[in-house]
């Protein structure tokens, strides 16, 4: 499995792109940065798209990949909640913000085709096995794990508030990709705003190596660009802890 950060951030700026994660040239998690990162023929080869939510800095790619799409007569192929298909639909992709592609140029061939996956259902998409859980974001969202034929898996969070402990015995990573949006000093705020902080990552980084035993390598995303310093400085604290050898 090779995985290849297309974007880490949930803000845009000369040095960062939105969220994005490319799995062997094939699959995306997240489609924030799957068109300003990629040529149109490694767009091209993108089977399928795994989206955690609906908010723009993780589905803004969507309408570039979309209208190219509609142009060579090909079909996106994005996979998501009921929830957040219904989001992206009636708010994006629905003739004033976006063409509505999902039933352009014809609803049997669109542009756009949305599949819904379900919590906790093992699901074999493109030769990848997805198991998605529900995470507390500020919209409805979720996590994935994604498992290859090599044998390889990743766990990637998507925007997420505390409780991720609660899915440690359902997943067995190599990978773990994590929110770490804001600093500690937003720790008290996080229910409300959905992101993790490096202290509260901590007990739930305690409690996989508690269960399973192990700690894969963390690759943790999202960092609010101007919290970066302080945010890496917690971190620090955090893997001298012990959460990561
Ligand atoms: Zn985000
Ligand atoms: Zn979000």
Redesign the pocket.
Known sequence: MKVRILGA??LESTETR??SVLIDGVLAL?A?AISCSLSLSQQKRIKAILL??S?A??TMGLASLSTHAFLAGATVDAYSTKETIDALKRHVFNGVIDPEFTITPSPERPALKFHQIEAYKPQLIVGYTILAFPVH?TVPAVSYQVGSEDGKSLFYS??TGSGLASHWEHVHPDLLIL?C?MSNAWSAQSPKIG?MTPELLKPELIEFRQKKGYLPPIILV?MALVFEDEIKGEVAELAKAGCRD
Request: hydrophobic share 10%; aromatic share 6%; proline share 0%.
């Open positions: 951030h949930g939105f969220m997240d924030g955690t939510h908010h800095d993780h974001h998507g925007d929110d949006g992101h999202h």
